[in-house]
Structure formats: C-alpha cells, structure tokens
C-alpha cells in the first residue's frame, strides 16, 4: 500500500492508530469493503478487523450498510463498511477554502494561468522522473507514485487488455476543484503531457459524484 503522510490536525479531529488508519486507507481505495475484505488487505485477523471497525465506528469515521445479496443467497448477509463526511477531513486536503478565498481575488484569466504554472511546473518535474524508467509500465507506475507523493492517494492496475488504470482515491484540492473547473481540466493535461505516448481517458470524477478519479491509460502503437 502506498505510503501517504497525513497532513497536520487540530486537536478537534479523532486520533487515529497507525493500523486505524491503513483501516481507513483500504476502505477509501474500494469506496466500501467488508470485515474478510479488509482482514485480507492488510494481513489481519477477522476479529481484529471487526475490531478495528467498530473503534471507527464508535468515532463516527464509518458507517455500514448490508450489502447487496446474490439471488437466492440465504442466511445472514455481509455488511459494506464505509467512511462517513467525518473521516473526510483525516485525507489530505490542500487547506481548499483559504485558497479560494485567495483565488477569489483574482480575475478568471488569472486563476487559469496559475493553474497553468502548476500544471507546467508538475510537466516538468514529472518528465525528468519518467525519463529515468526504461519501460511503458515503469513509466506509469511512476506517474502514480507522484501522483501518490501530491496527495492523492493514487494506485495503478494492469487491466486485462493490457491497458493501466490509475485512481486517484483522494482530491487533494477537491474544494478548489468544485469552484474551479480549470483545476480539473489542467490534472489531466499534467498527466496526458508527462505521458506523451499514450491515450489518456479520465472515466470516473469526483467533482461528478464518483468516489475516486480514474484515468485509463493506453501506450500508443505509433
């Protein structure tokens, strides 16, 4: 799992354990999970799984909810275990309303080039780090790393075809992005610039209800 530094709180905010965290990690990643789910993700006891859960629970950071049951499934159904708007705040975020507030001061035309210096900066530095890997999936797999090391709790999957699919389980800047839609489009100009040889397709958004931003990333034959 990758590691992710979780940003400074205020002391209002519920301590976690280490393990607690990593809890909360694996149930971001799938959007919601079960006890045996998340006792296999992280090499972990079912009871101490179900123990882990219910400290969270009581800390109102999770709730559950049956999940749904095959036809003809009989006997006691197994409940999907997921973060409430509470744990929200324990991801990391990018302090969204003091850069609104910021970027309020300024014109429409003035925000966008900022975005633009970011996502022009972000190219370049990404680019001398991809250089170095010698393969397609290195390359991508680096890519996640960064995207990763910024805040987005970012993973990458080899698909049956052969295709990659990047997730971006957290938005680090999500409030800014809900204001400021060139802070979305210049994400996946970052990626699509600091992969040139490859197709890039975002399939899922958070800005659109998605619990996770995914991106489908294809090396181009030509």
């Known amino acids: ?13 519920p301590a976690v354990t280490p ?22 993700a992280l090499d972990i006891t079912t009871s ?5 859960l219910a400290t969270l629970a009581d800390a109102g950071l999770i709730d559950s909810s049956p999940a749904p049951r095959a036809p003809g499934q009989r006997g006691r159904g197994e409940l999907i275990h997921q973060l409430t708007d509470a744990a929200d705040g324990l991801f990391p ?33 990404a680019r001398a780090r991809l250089a170095a890997r010698p393969t397609f999936a290195d390359r991508v797999a680096e890519l996640a790393a960064i995207l990763d090391e910024d805040g987005y709790l970012a993973s990458f999957d080899v698909q049956p075809d052969g295709t990659f699919l990047v997730t971006e389980h957290n938005c680090a800047i999500i409030a800014v992005a809900r204001e400021h839609p060139h802070a979305c489009s210049s994400e996946i ?3 699509r610039a600091a992969l040139p040889e490859a197709d890039v397709d975002r399939t899922t958004h958070m800005v659109a209800g998605a619990h996770s931003c995914t991106y489908e990333i294809s090396e181009r034959d030509d």
Do not use: C, W
């Open 1 to 13: 799992m990758p590691v992710v530094t979780m940003p400074n709180r205020t002391t209002s905010a």
């Open 19 to 40: 393990t607690q965290r990593a809890v909360m990690y694996a149930i971001r990643r799938r959007g919601g999970i079960t006890v045996d789910q998340l006792a296999g």
């Open 48 to 52: 101490g799984a179900r123990q882990h």
């Open 93 to 125: 975020k990018a302090y969204g309303e003091l850069t609104n507030q910021l970027l309020g001061y300024l014109s429409t035309e003035a925000v966008d080039e900022v975005f633009d210096k970011r996502r022009d900066d972000r190219i370049e530095s």
């Open 189 to 191: 100009e970052f990626i």
